[in-house]
Structures are given as C-alpha cells and as structure tokens.
C-alpha cells in the first residue's frame, strides 16, 4: 500500500490537506491512505495521481482556472476528488498537468484533455474551455503511448499503421500555440488538431516532452530530436535555429538516452550507461555544473559520475536524481574503500556520509558541510578525502551556499508569476479590448475549416500535414503591456569590470522580456475571457 505527501507553497489546494497554510515539511495526504497510488503529476495549480486501479483524483485551483480539474466545474478542490463522468469505466494509465490544462492516456491508449483551451492546447479543433475530460477525436481509433502538456503547446507520441510494411511506429504530434517555432512545423502558426511533425516521419518515437518553449522527440533507438526557441541553448545544437527538429548528438556519453526530461528552459537526459547529461539555462545552477552559465550542447554532470542514476526529473529551474547505492560485497566492507588496507583493532571503521562507503580513519578523518547523507545539511560530518574534495569544490564556488550570490531575475522566479498572475485584473478599458479581440479570434476561428477525423485504423498516407493548401492564418501577435527594461546608467567613472557586469546583466534581463511578453499576453487574454 502507498502512501502520498505532499509538501511546499500552498496555492488554492494543490497540497491536497485540506488548509490554506503552507507546509515545510512533508505530510500524508489522509485523503488518498485508502488508495493505492502509483503516479503523480503535478502543475502550476494543481496536481493529479493515478490509482493501481486506474482512477483518476485531482485537486487544486479549479476557480481561476476553468476546468483544469476536470469535474465540470469552476470549483477549487483543496482535497483529492475522483474524476469520474467520460472516464468511468475507463482505467487510467499516463497524465500530464501543463499550466492551464490537463492530458491523460487511457490503458487502451486513447487520449484525453480538458482546462483551458483559449490557444488550442487541447486538440478539439477548436479554442473551447473543457471542464470535464473530453476525447481528442482526430486521434480516435489509434494509440496514443505519450503526451506532454507544455505552457502554451501540447505533443504526443501516437502508433501509426505503415503502409510499407504494415506495421506500427510511434509518430510525434504537436498541437497549440506555434510561436517560436515550437510545434516543429517549420512556421509559427496554431494547430488546433493534433497534427504529424512531417521531417520526423521517418523515426519511431516513444516519448514526447515539452518545455515553454520547446519539444523534444525520444526516439525508440535513444536518439534525441528539439524543435523550438533556441534561447539560452535550450536546443542542444547550435546549429539549430528551431524551425524543424534537429538531432541533439548522434550518441550522447556512447551510449542511447533512455530518458529525457526537462524545465521551463533547460534538458537533462540519462544514458544506457547511467550518465546524466544537462543543458540549456544554468541560472540557479540547474544545470548540476558548479555554476550558473548556459550550455548549448549536452555536457556531462561530474558530480554524479560515480553514481548509479536510475531516474531523473525537473522542475522549472530545478533537476533531481535518483541513485541507487552499488551492493557492496563481505570483502569490501572488511578494508578501507580508499587505500585497500584490512580493518582492525588499529584500524577502525567510518562511513563517509557523503558516498556511504567504509573507510580507515586516515582516509575519512575530515569533515564537510551539505554531505549528501547527513542528518543535518548545515553541520559539518565525517567524509572521505575524494568527497571532501567534491563537497570543498561546490563550497568554495558560492553556488547554494550563498542564495544572495546570484541576483535575482525578474520573471524567473514563481514569486513573480504569483504577482503577475495576481495583478491579471486589468482596468475596464483594457478589458473591453481584450474581449473584443477574443470576439473577432473566435469568428475567424469558425471560418477555418480543418482536415476530416482519423478513420479507425490510420495509415501513413492518410497523416494530416501542414502544407500550403491546409496551412491556417498566422494568429495575430497581440503586443503585452509596456515592458521597461531597467536603465542601467554607465557614468565615466565606472571601471571597466564594473561596466561588463551591468552590461551582462542587461543582456540576461533581454532574454527574459520574450518569457515575461508570453505569460502577460496570455493573462490579458485569460481576463477578457473571464
């Protein structure tokens, strides 16, 4: 029997305990002790989990964000609730919780979605809001092995028939916003219906991924294809502009990647050979490097060489892993893991609580802070002189030790998405305007016609493409609010040094503003909406 807990900022429910107070440490959720779950997934505001028996409970911010719980209604749920309606009967294996919206895999493979449909992140054809679980029917009749809900876009992985030989390949679809070239479609126009990425149909995948900006493709033979912004390197090729996919590194660390995951902006991958490899943006040292700076292509994370990595993950700005310890044989527990020596009277025996191996005292005799396995972080515990000098390394470079190192970027923190998504009540005027922007984007919408459903089985020939006769209008680029970039003054007295360090502080608040013109267009439109 599993046990679900839940800590963190509490935000109109998603911890599931049932009270608006923020929870430092974790907590059983009491709701779920009766269920057996075996999947979480957790969004922006909201999180859902998966039963052993294929039920679906979600819970959350149901009020700002209309359907994004999927009960059929604008209720916030601050403790765990049953999905049933479309889904009963139906046993859910896979889900994914994007920012405003919700996507499930059935056992049978077919795909579902609900929440917020205002940039056609749900594939219904349409820019609908959907409070309860609804089918995406262009896929009706074919198996849907992965999807992926992204801020503004969503993508799957989907069993097609090949009419060569008559077998099945995982295709990837995208569908939503195509801004930035993140659809992999070669334009920036929305897709309201999933639709085929057509460079990639020769490739079997089996894993789709999204980032805000982003897709990635993993494909059955390990290799990995990005399509979107290529700000900060997020696309792992610098040869690649975006507009299609393009393939990362013929094989990363020697080996095929088994797992890819990714943030907001950057990408961690684990190899067949357990190497972890990051890239993208390393503010808040993300990344796993000792540092802050960007990298544009995969590059290896030493600090989990030794280490056996079975699974990765991301948040927004963060990377974890998750280590197996080796099994350590009679022989070895009886001498020192450093110099060979046999333990004795003489010589006695240390754990190291950064690697957990046996050492002799000459071998372990100094001690660190932030040890991976100490009971307190903030006190210094025996280690062993490799992970001592590991441990000295991270210490000495400031990055963790020191959170007021790193000045803070407006935007980049969940604090000011907080902020932003509080201020969302505009004035009348700019309401009026924003409704009636929506008015005319839904009568355009009804004038477009889209390509007919799936039959039941689906052949290659028969995958809707974007091409110029089927192509749908650009969607008009509404302009967000005035967005100032700080003034940064260089008076003739400044030092040079002083000069490059604004100057690269300007350039890393450039970068934020594409991210920052995003979230404020897309809660203008959320509030004329509402």
Known sequence: QSEVFTWGEECSGRLGHGAGTSIFQPRLVESLSICNVETIACGEFHTCAITATGD????????????LLGHGSNVSHW??????????????????????????????????????????????????????????????????????????????????????????????????????????????????????????????????????????????????????????????????????PRLVEEKLGGGGVVEVVCGAYHVAVLTQSGEVYTWGKGANGRLGHGDIADRKTPTFVEALRDRSVKRIACGSGFTAAICQHKSVSGMEQSQCSSCRQPFGFTRKRHNCYNCGLVHCHSCSSKKA???????????????????????????????????NNTPRIPGDSKADKMDSKGNRVASANSSDMIKNLDVKAAKQTKKYDYPPQFPAILQLKDIPFIGAADQQPNDSTYSSPLL??????????????????????????????????????YILIFCGNN
């Not at 679809?173 to 070669?186: E, M, N, Q, V």
């Not at 003034?487 to 502080?505: G, V």
């Open 56 to 67: 679906l409970y979600t819970w959350g911010d149901g009020t700002h964000n209309a359907g």
């Open 79 to 244: 403790i765990p609730k049953r999905v049933s309606g479309p889904l009963e009967g139906l046993q859910v294996s896979a889900v994914s919780c994007g920012t405003w919206h919700t996507a499930l895999i059935t056992s049978s493979g077919k795909l579902y979605t609900f929440g917020d449909g205002t940039i056609g992140v749900l594939g219904h054809g349409n820019r609908e809001t959907i409070s309860y679980p609804k089918e995406v029917e262009s896929l009706k009749g074919l198996r849907t092995i992965s999807v992926s809900c992204g801020v503004w876009h969503t993508a799957a992985v989907v069993e097609v028939i090949m009419a060569q030989s008559n077998t099945s390949s995982g295709k990837l679809f995208t569908w939503g916003d195509g801004d930035k070239y993140r659809l992999g479609h070669g334009d920036r126009s929305s897709k309201l219906k999933p639709t085929c990425v057509p460079s990639l149909i020769d490739y079997n995948f089996h894993k789709a991924v999204c980032g805000h900006t982003l897709t990635i493709g993993l494909t059955t033979s390990g290799h990995i294809f990005t399509a979107g912004s290529s700000v900060y390197g997020q696309l792992g090729n610098p040869n690649n502009d975006g507009r299609y």
């Open 369 to 403: 802070l932030r040890a991976a396995l100490s009971p307190n972080p903030g006190k210094p515990y025996r280690v062993c002189d490799s992970c001592y000098l590991k441990l000295s390394k991270v210490l000495d470079s400031g990055i963790g030790h020191n959170k």
């Open 484 to 521: 100032r970039l700080p003034n940064l003054n260089s008076s003739s007295s400044l030092s040079s040094e002083s000069f490059d360090i604004l100057r690269d502080a300007n350039e890393l608040l450039k970068q934020e503003v594409q991210k920052l013109k995003e979230e404020v267009f």
